[in-house]
């Protein structure tokens, strides 16, 4: 079974920057598309950003365009969010998933696997 743990939640500023990170184990990275998702206290979960297997490929929420940046490095078997200019509205519990994502927006994505998620939780 694939593994994922995220890293790097916690409580910032508004305006500040966060990096989360998240690890897989039992599984080889590069076999799956990676996606990051949020889930804000009483509301649904949000897509936030996707990346295909080698990395070519990239998506990303309305609200997160030109804020958060999603890499990987299939070699640590890693997938990163980098969040800028951090908003109340980020606060959020925040979900690695691997899985598959189509060559385009409109076909969808699937997630296999899940993490248990990180607090990021940004303060006015």
């Known amino acids: 079974q694939v593994q994922l743990v995220e890293s790097g939640g916690g409580m910032v500023q508004a305006g500040d920057s966060r990096g989360l990170s998240c690890v897989a184990s039992?599984?080889?990275?590069?076999?799956?598309?990676m996606a990051w998702f949020r889930q804000a206290p009483g509301k649904e979960r949000e897509f936030v950003t996707g990346?295909?297997?080698?990395?070519?490929?990239?998506y990303y929420g309305d609200s997160m365009k030109g804020r958060f940046t999603i890499s990987r490095d299939n070699a640590k078997n890693t997938v990163y969010l980098q969040m800028n200019s951090l908003k109340p509205e980020d606060t959020a519990v925040y979900y690695c998933g691997a899985g598959w994502l189509s060559n385009s927006y409109a076909g969808g994505y699937g997630m296999n696997y899940w993490g248990k998620g990180t607090l990021v939780t940004v303060s006015s």
């Open positions: 990346i295909s297997r080698s990395g070519g490929i990239r």
């Open positions: 039992g599984g080889t990275l590069s076999t799956y598309a």
